[in-house]
C-alpha cells in the first residue's frame, strides 16, 4: 500500500511566543515574519526559525541579551508595524486605482458605443430630470429616445451629471449643450421633455429661453401631468372623437398601431391645444400637423399598421391548423400587392 503523502496543515503546528526573542521572528497576522529583515517563513518549524537567525542575524544581534535585546526587539516591531501599515495603504491605492481605471474604460466603452447607435440616428429625443441625492449633490439624469430609418426606437441613458453649486436654467442649459454638443448637437432633437421645474421651463433664464436664445428650435414639454389634464378637459370641451390619448408599451407592439389611430383621429385639435396650451415653442409640430403632405405620410403608416394589427390577431385565433396560417399570410400578401398596384395608378 502507498503512503499517504504528509501536508503540513495536518500537523497542527503553531507560532511558539518565545520564537520573537529568541530568533526575531514575530507572527504578523498570521504570517511568520523576521522583524529585521522582514521575509516571511512558510512552515512554523522551530528548525526553519532557528537556521535563519543563525545564518542571516546571529553574529549581529547575540551580544544583547536582557532589556538590551528587548529594546531592539521593540523598536524592530514598531517598524515592522509601519511597513505592514505602508503596503496596507499601497495595496489599497493601487486597487483603487484598478477600479477607476475600470471604471473609465467601461465608461469609455459605453460612450463608444451610443455614439455608433446616436451617429445613424434620424431623429432623437430627450428627457431631464433633476433631484438631490442623500449627499445633496443635484444630479442631473439626462435619456435619450433615437429613431432609425427603419422606424426601430432605441432608448438609453446618455449620462448622469453633478450639478454642484446652483441648480439654475445656466446650469442645466451649460450641461446639456456640452453633452449634446459631443453627439452631434441639436440639429436632429425632435423634442426635450422636463420635470416641469421653473428652472427647465423659464421662458427668459430657464433651459427653455436659453436654449431660444441660443438659436435652438426644439419643442420643450414639461410638467406633464398637468398638460395631460388641460389636453383631456380641451378634448371634452371641444366634443372630440376620443377623450385621450393611448400610451404606446414597448410589451405590447399593436398598441403602437392604436396609437397612430387616435393620434390621427385627433390630427385637427392637437395643433389648437398646442397653440393655445402649451407655453414652449410647438411652430413646428403645429405646421407639421396642418401639411398635407405631412397627414398623408401619417394616414399611410397609420393604415398599414392597422392592417398588421388586423393580421396579427388572426394569427393569434386558437385551434387553428397550418392550413389557416398560411391562409391568413397568403391573403396579406395579397392584399400588399393591390395596395401597391393602387398607389401606383393613384387609385385610392
Same mark, same amino acid.
Given at each position: 500500500?502507498?503512503?499517504?503523502?504528509?501536508?503540513?496543515?495536518?500537523?497542527?503546528?503553531?507560532?511558539?511566543?518565545?520564537?520573537?526573542?529568541?530568533?526575531?521572528?514575530?507572527?504578523?497576522?498570521?504570517?511568520?515574519?523576521?522583524?529585521?529583515? #522582514?521575509?516571511?517563513?512558510?512552515v512554523?518549524?522551530?528548525?526553519? #526559525?532557528?537556521?535563519?537567525?543563525t545564518?542571516?542575524h546571529?553574529k549581529?544581534?547575540?551580544?544583547?541579551?536582557?532589556?538590551?535585546?528587548?529594546?531592539?526587539?521593540?523598536?524592530?516591531?514598531?517598524?515592522?508595524?509601519?511597513?505592514?501599515?505602508?503596503?496596507? !495603504? +499601497?495595496?489599497?491605492?493601487?486597487?483603487?486605482?484598478?477600479i477607476?481605471?475600470?471604471?473609465?474604460?467601461? !465608461?469609455e466603452?459605453?460612450?463608444?458605443?451610443?455614439?455608433?447607435?446616436?451617429?445613424?440616428?434620424?431623429?432623437?429625443?430627450?428627457?431631464?430630470?433633476?433631484?438631490?441625492?442623500l449627499?445633496d449633490?443635484?444630479? +442631473?439624469?439626462?435619456?435619450?429616445?433615437?429613431?432609425?430609418d427603419?422606424?426601430?426606437?432605441?432608448?438609453? #441613458?446618455?449620462?448622469?451629471?453633478?450639478?454642484?453649486?446652483?441648480?439654475?436654467?445656466?446650469?442645466?442649459?451649460?450641461?446639456?449643450?456640452?453633452?449634446?454638443s459631443?453627439?452631434?448637437?441639436?440639429?436632429?432633437?425632435?423634442?426635450?421633455?422636463?420635470?416641469?421645474?421653473?428652472?427647465?421651463?423659464?421662458?427668459?433664464?430657464?433651459?427653455?429661453?436659453?436654449?431660444?436664445?441660443?438659436?435652438? !428650435?426644439?419643442?420643450i414639454?414639461?410638467?406633464?401631468?398637468?398638460?395631460h389634464?388641460k389636453?383631456?378637459?380641451?378634448?371634452?370641451?371641444?366634443?372630440?372623437?376620443?377623450g385621450n390619448?393611448?400610451?404606446?408599451?414597448?410589451?405590447?407592439?399593436?398598441?403602437?398601431?392604436?396609437?397612430?389611430?387616435?393620434?390621427?383621429?385627433l390630427?385637427?385639435?392637437?395643433?389648437?391645444?398646442?397653440? !393655445?396650451?402649451?407655453?414652449?415653442?410647438?411652430?413646428?409640430?403645429?405646421n407639421? #400637423?396642418?401639411?398635407?403632405?405631412f397627414?398623408?405620410?401619417?394616414?399611410?403608416?397609420?393604415?398599414?399598421?392597422?392592417?398588421?394589427?388586423?393580421?396579427n +390577431?388572426?394569427?393569434?385565433?386558437?385551434?387553428?391548423?397550418?392550413?389557416?396560417l398560411?391562409?391568413?399570410?397568403?391573403?396579406?400578401?395579397?392584399?400588399?400587392?393591390?395596395?401597391?398596384?393602387? +398607389?401606383q395608378?393613384?387609385?385610392?
Amino acid at each position: 500500500m502507498s503512503s499517504q503523502k504528509r501536508k503540513i496543515t495536518n500537523e497542527h503546528r503553531v507560532y511558539n511566543d518565545r520564537w520573537e526573542s529568541e530568533y526575531l521572528i514575530s507572527n504578523n497576522n498570521n504570517k511568520l515574519q523576521c522583524i529585521v529583515c #522582514m521575509q516571511v517563513l512558510s512552515v512554523p518549524k522551530e528548525y526553519n #526559525m532557528k537556521r535563519h537567525y543563525t545564518t542571516l542575524h546571529e553574529k549581529t544581534f547575540r551580544p544583547y541579551s536582557g532589556d538590551s535585546r528587548q529594546a531592539i526587539i521593540t523598536e524592530y516591531q514598531k517598524k515592522l508595524k509601519q511597513q505592514t501599515s505602508f503596503s496596507k !495603504n +499601497l495595496t489599497l491605492i493601487t486597487s483603487e486605482y484598478r477600479i477607476n481605471q475600470l471604471q473609465d474604460h467601461i !465608461n469609455e466603452h459605453v460612450s463608444k458605443k451610443l455614439r455608433d447607435v446616436v451617429e445613424k440616428y434620424k431623429y432623437f429625443s430627450l428627457c431631464l430630470d433633476e433631484s438631490t441625492d442623500l449627499s445633496d449633490i443635484s444630479q +442631473l439624469v439626462i435619456f435619450i429616445r433615437t429613431i432609425q430609418d427603419d422606424f426601430s426606437v432605441a432608448e438609453e #441613458m446618455l449620462d448622469f451629471i453633478p450639478l454642484h453649486g446652483t441648480t439654475k436654467g445656466t446650469d442645466i442649459f451649460e450641461a446639456v449643450n456640452k453633452l449634446v454638443s459631443d453627439y452631434g448637437g441639436f440639429d436632429k432633437c425632435s423634442c426635450i421633455v422636463t420635470d416641469g421645474a421653473r428652472a427647465m421651463t423659464g421662458t427668459e433664464i430657464g433651459f427653455a429661453g436659453l436654449l431660444k436664445q441660443n438659436s435652438i !428650435n426644439c419643442p420643450i414639454v414639461g410638467n406633464r401631468a398637468l398638460t395631460h389634464r388641460k389636453f383631456r378637459d380641451f378634448l371634452a370641451e371641444v366634443d372630440a372623437s376620443y377623450g385621450n390619448f393611448l400610451l404606446h408599451t414597448d410589451v405590447r407592439w399593436l398598441s403602437a398601431g392604436k396609437c397612430l389611430q387616435r393620434v390621427f383621429a385627433l390630427r385637427k385639435e392637437i395643433p389648437i391645444f398646442l397653440k !393655445n396650451e402649451v407655453t414652449s415653442d410647438t411652430t413646428e409640430l403645429e405646421n407639421q #400637423m396642418t401639411d398635407a403632405q405631412f397627414l398623408a405620410d401619417l394616414a399611410f403608416l397609420t393604415d398599414m399598421t392597422s392592417h398588421l394589427n388586423e393580421l396579427n +390577431l388572426k394569427l393569434q385565433v386558437k385551434q387553428q391548423n397550418i392550413a389557416n396560417l398560411f391562409g391568413h399570410i397568403n391573403g396579406f400578401k395579397n392584399e400588399i400587392k393591390l395596395f401597391k398596384s393602387s +398607389l401606383q395608378k393613384n387609385d385610392f
